[in-house]
């Protein structure tokens, strides 16, 4: 083979994966989003045309705790055809606070994760009762069933849906200054509650073949010497990535944890965490890209 051919060859073969992780730069990924099958407003068929509208090229729907609108948004992904990514988000706690895991690419029928996410929702019901009752003593009576109004399965009623009743009652101007006011610690409508354990949550994602990632990790209230034993904890118990890009974060912490993705050898996803229209802050698919520096989690995938 003359030498210039040979060169060539080895120059496309070394090219290869830099051009393929280049490709997937540009392609518009978004791996963290709701439905009302658990908070979201949108039927999974809806989220997905919409995603698809919005110019989205992989989508994952990431339900809280629940796979069950996973059939559903496959089949609406392959009707327009968008690629499609089984998710869920996985509610856990960790040194006394919540922290959200997402599985991605999870078989949905495995046992093991469907007994879990069964036992993490199991206390919702009771929850959304003390909430409600201590809304009634704050001055808004009512609130479980105004909350199960905005409810789309029964098993899941999550805080969000307490905070669209108090919207509507016009307490509040929007949802971010709802949960300024209520449901969070120190604030009327806050219930304590013990989620799956960190070990769990990434146990049931891993057994179902899935990729852990942290969801939204500048949300938590962590010290510094406590968020590095949870990134430490994640990685040990197989934890692959962290959000980076996602509708929780601002602008300066894409590149805060683009660095802590490298700092402790994480993958960077990227997701609105999309829940309704006129309601998120950040629209399906509307994120910027992951920063160059970190590596994305969809950098094997095979497309
Ligand atoms: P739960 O799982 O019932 O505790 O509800 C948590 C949900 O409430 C999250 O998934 C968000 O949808 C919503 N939420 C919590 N805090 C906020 C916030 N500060 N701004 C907007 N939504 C929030
Ligand atoms: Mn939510
Ligand atoms: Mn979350
Ligand atoms: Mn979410």
Redesign the pocket.
Known sequence: MPKNTLLDKRRTILLYPAVQLCLFRMLNIDLHC?SNIS?GILPPAEVAARAKANGVDVWALTD?DEVDGIREARQAAADVNLEYVPGV?I?VTWAGQ?V?VVGLHIDETSESLVCGLAATRAG?ER?ATDIAGQLATAGIPGALEGALKFVGNPDL????HF?RYILELGLCTD??D???NY??EGKPGYVP?RWATLQDAVGWIRGAGGIAVMAHPGRYKYSDLAFGELFDEFKQLGGTAIEVVTGSHTVDQYSQYAKVANHYGFLGSRGS?F?GPGESRVELGALPPLPDNVKPVWHDWPR
């Open positions: 709701h908070d809280h988000e509610s919540t959200h919702r929850r009623i999550s805080r969000m905070a949802v971010g709802v949960f300024r449901l969070i509650h965490d829940h």
